[in-house]
């Protein structure tokens, strides 16, 4: 039932920060857990980060450091801090609201939006 529309992408030059926004349709936001990932082009679509409901928050080892999960249950909306954006972040950014985060992982349920294009350039 939850519906999710990522905006925030765009162009920017390596080095840059850019956030992204997720606004969330549907009851319950706050006591969901979410996520973000990933897709390049030929490659698999990729866990970035995700949050619990309680705020437990879980990295890639790639962007650990340099990203930030966070949300605003108020907004029914959930961010992602991209800082010291290299090419190797060029891809299109998914949110995913309602999965599972247990033992440290999150599993995303299979109902995907649109994305927002993220590309970093050199």
């Known amino acids: 039932q939850v519906q999710v529309v990522e905006s925030g992408g765009g162009l920017v030059q390596a080095g840059g920060p850019l956030r992204l926004s997720c606004a969330a349709s549907g009851n319950g936001f706050s006591h969901k857990a979410m996520g973000w990932f990933r897709q390049a082009p030929g490659k698999q679509r990729e866990s970035v980060a995700a949050?619990?409901?309680?705020?437990?928050?879980k990295y890639a080892d790639s962007v650990k450091g340099r990203f930030t999960i966070s949300r605003d249950n108020a907004k029914n909306t959930v961010y992602l801090q991209m800082n010291n954006l290299t090419p190797e972040d060029t891809a299109v950014y998914y949110c995913?609201?309602?999965?599972?985060?247990?033992?440290?992982?999150?599993?995303?349920?299979?109902?995907w939006g649109q994305g927002t294009q993220v590309t970093v350039s050199s």
């Open positions: 949050i619990h409901s309680g705020g437990t928050t």
């Open positions: 995913n609201v309602g999965g599972v985060f247990n033992s440290g992982r999150y599993y995303p349920v299979p109902r």
